[in-house]
């Protein structure tokens, strides 16, 4: 299982911007499917990017297409989430997640998550 630890998170101000990262071990991290949740209080977790494996298709919630990035650098089993023009209401814990499918079993690991507050 894949080991998943997220840093970048923090206070900003409206307008502002946060590089998230997320490191994993253990595992041959390229073959996983990466993605980015996050869940604000009272809400449910909800799907902000994700990349996949091998070809790095990429999708992106609506409230967020045009202002966040995910990336992935395989050699550093790291993937990233470049967030500009913050919100306020871009406000929330933020979870990476890995998954990979094999022989129809899915194997899904999240991490602990990093706060993000946009605030004046």
């Known amino acids: 299982q894949v080991q998943l630890v997220e840093s970048g998170g923090g206070l900003v101000q409206p307008g502002g911007s946060l590089r998230l990262s997320c490191a994993a071990s253990g595992v041959t991290f390229s073959t996983y499917a990466m993605s980015w949740y996050r869940q604000a209080p009272g809400k449910e977790r909800e799907l902000v990017a994700a990349i996949s494996s091998g070809v790095e298709r990429t999708n992106y919630g609506d409230s967020v297409k045009g202002r966040f990035t995910i990336s992935r650098d395989n050699a550093k089993k790291s993937v990233y989430l470049q967030m500009n023009s913050l919100k306020p209401e871009d406000t929330a814990v933020y979870y990476c997640?890995?998954?990979?499918?094999?022989?129809?079993?899915?194997?899904?690991?999240w991490g602990q998550g990093t706060q993000v507050t946009v605030s004046p």
């Open positions: 997640k890995a998954v990979k499918v094999e022989v129809g079993v899915a194997s899904v690991s």
